[in-house]
């Protein structure tokens, strides 16, 4: 007979090789006919909601490795909620109007064809331009094995959406929260228009550093100020002290300058003089208001006023202050009725009123001012100062603060930002320090500046009196602008006659009824932060508020605050129950990734070569509270415990062939203890895992996962079970025990599992023989819950004290391995000297052969004698090892003294002739 066709070999079609590059798209294809997403929420009709709100990204160029995580993230909760028996839509959006794609669309046509075209014209090619990266962008998430309503999703530039935007507006208008005021707003002179607090990025920048004097009206002496912004003392009105500060005279030469006592010395230190003399008592900064200083080109007189915002950090102490280039500037400029002064145009060029600098760029002028201080005497010192510098987030030109006439949303209002900061509070943030992170960025915000002098964006439905200009926002016109809207799309404000929005009998104040309509649209923040009234008021499938927004941190000051600001003034409530932020994707250096730096991440070139399901185990392999690193070290760590779960995966498959559990299921009470540990472990790993996609800790799944098939399975239960499993008699109770044990465990892995590795779940479900569940998909099922009846806290107790006498016995076998004293352990004897009884009883009544995998053990009391290995770990234990005795069986290969006894199988222990007969 030939014994090794007698063996219970593992057979599956669950293959070595994933092939996951390949097997992918297929999978992908067998989702689309079968219409999986519709499939798991008519699978959960009438469950309870769980609304994960998307954070809609911009319809502008191929989606890179931030746009991965932050997709796959979603789709870990969404997918967890689903599993979990809730009903958990997920509807995509996408970002579609504003700069970035407007600047591409002129890139394209070019200065020369875009001064002939009409704007409307022009946002067409713009909304082209965002159907075709939607439709790429479409694409590559879906690749990513995201399942959502892919091909209804919301878009802020649909019908639909526009008119809800408008709409949205015209409810603050009715609140009397939108005015228009001229105030200093962060400025791009490349993109001619007014910025968000939200579209400014801090860059290191190096500008000119200056220490410039005031000489007061009828006195002997000085303010002296420090500024690093030269190109905005032409617009200087006042000198601002602090009230409560105590100021000096110092006197250098035969000048003499007033300074903040606690600056003195970091001034003259950084002025390079050290000769210097401090004269008189020390003055309040009160006592100084009201002075009058002359400027220093002679335009006109400085007033010196008081102000909190004057701090001892750096500078004098005396401050520069020009209302039409600052925001505190402006507010303590408005307090003492001064002038706001703003010589420069759209362009960022002086204008007219600096003469002398006339068409000159601000930044360029710079030069040329600190030239003229020093002509005029005034400059006592200038150098170079890198700092932290406000760009432009799309063309990164340096911005400036630029007095303009804008439209504004009133959020700084103590009673506003009371309830903003109450929403806050009650809000779960996900990591905890997110709750502070916004608290400051909003606690002193300034009223909303929802202005923009572009083309490409919901026009602010504002029109203007042809003969006095007055501006007029009417509730009526805005309505009619949404109900238009709604057919037809915002162009419709440049398509039509202005008269279409009219209400009969539309007069100005002046009794003009000749208006034009106005050309500003409206902040695109206004428009993705008021979805949460565009979305989920308007979809049956969802409800208000949100149960989740998850974007990148950098969203505090975005997308998360306009949410919240848009609805606490539209519904005096916060949009999210729980919002949760995830770090950048930086390289192995910690920088972050851009393709200026040339180390960008395209995630197609990840899953072309290697499959979605890798860039998805990465995901949840990084902590994503912290910076998210990616290397190809990374990735290749996750390769390797992605192949073990596989192998896992496929022992298990292999090993129940010829299982099936409606005829070969052994109840729990009839299984060995060994197989019972095996699925109290289980009930362990399920609630271990399921806390962990409960608290969003992606990290421990994947960590908790890899461990449980590293060590539970591969370092212990299965190794050990492979005896039985191959060699026991195929319908033994002891093996097909096993094998039940094993069904229940890959059940629950495809299950566990597929929230993140939503391709192999799949193929493990699909590969599990005679499986008792008829679901189609593994993601149509629910998540397993811990077994009370096999969850045995004492039987885990209790293995795990044989788990460390199993792992003691093991150093010495190994040691003999190695010195090629034995070769397999299956060629030792081993006997145990337990000193402690208990540990001895515990030892009595299991198979040790089998725990320790060799061809006999023992168990005696405690014996130090020589040739015995004592254990440093526990006390009064020690092990001996000699050869096995007997002789090997041709079919499981244990030395069996049974072997040779046989007549008929005379090369077989006694164990595999009953199996082979």
Known sequence: MEYKQTINLPKTSFGMKANLPQR?????????????????????????????????????????????????????VVKYKAMSGF??????????????????????????KLAQMEKIHVRQECRRYANKFIDKQRKSFIRLGVFGDWFNPYVTMSNIYEARIVQAFAEF???????????????CPHCRTALADAEVEYQKHTSPSVFVKFPVVNQDYSMLIWTTTPWTLPANVAVCLHPDFNYRFVKVGDEKYLLSEDRIEGAMEELGITDYEIVGEPVRGAEFEHLVCEHPFKYRHSKVILGTHVTNEAGTGCVHTAPGHGAEDFHIG????????????????????????????????????????????????????????????????????????????RVSEKAFLNTVLEEIKATEWVPKWGEERIRLMVQDRPDWCVSRQR?????????????????????RVIDKFAELSLEEGNDCWFSHPVEDFLPEGFACACGSTDFSAGQDILDVWFDSGVSHYAVLETREDHHWPADMYLEGQDQYRGWFQTSLLAAVGLRNSAPYKTVLTHGFTVDEFGRAMSKSKENGVDPQ????????????????????????VFSEGILKQNIDVYRRIRNTARFLLGNLSDFDPQQHWVDYADLTEIDQWALARLQWLIARIDKAYETYEFHRVYHTLHNYCANDLGGFYLDVMKDRLYCDGTDWQTRRGTQTVLYEIVTVLARLMAPILVFTAEEIWENIPNRDDSSASVHLTRLPEPNDEMYDNALLDRWSEVMKIRSEVLKPLEKLRQEKTIGSSLEANVTLYVGSERLRNLLADLDLNQLLIVSHAAVEPFDAQD????????NDFGVQITKATGEKCERCWNYRDSVGQSEAHPTLCDRCEKAVS
Not at 380 to 391: A, D, G, K, N, R
Not at 456 to 475: F, K, R, S, T
């Open 24 to 76: 992918e798209p297929e999978r992908l294809k067998k989702w689309d006919e079968m219409k999986i997403y519709e499939a798991i929420l008519e699978n959960r009709k009438g469950a309870p909601k769980y609304i994960l709100h998307d954070g809609p990204p911009y319809a502008n160029g191929n989606i890179h490795l931030g746009h991965a995580l932050n997709k796959i993230l979603k789709d870990f």
């Open 87 to 112: 009903y958990a839509p997920y509807v995509p959006g996408w970002d579609c109007h504003g700069l970035p794609i407007e600047h591409e669309v002129s890139k394209k046509l070019g200065k020369e």
């Open 173 to 187: 208008v009715r609140k009397g929260l939108v005015y228009k005021g001229l105030r200093p707003v962060h400025w």
């Open 334 to 409: 408005q307090h003492y009725g001064l002038p706001v002064v703003n010589p420069v145009d759209d362009a960022g060029c002086f204008m007219v009123e600096v003469a002398e600098f006339q068409g000159q760029y601000v930044q360029d002028a710079n030069r040329g001012i600190v030239d003229k201080l020093v002509r005029e005497g005034v400059i006592i010192h200038h150098t170079s100062f890198e700092h932290s510098y406000p760009h432009c987030w799309r063309c990164h030109t340096p911005v400036i603060f630029r007095a303009t006439e804008q439209w504004f949303i």
């Open 455 to 475: 083309s490409w964006g919901v026009p602010i439905p504002v029109v203007n009196c042809q003969q006095c200009g007055e501006a007029h926002l009417d509730v």
């Open 605 to 628: 070139d990840i899953i072309k070569q290697y499959g979605a399901d890798i860039l998805r185990m990465w995901v949840a392999s990084t902590d994503y509270r912290t910076e998210m």
């Open 867 to 874: 040739g015995i290995w004592l254990s440093e770990e526990i």
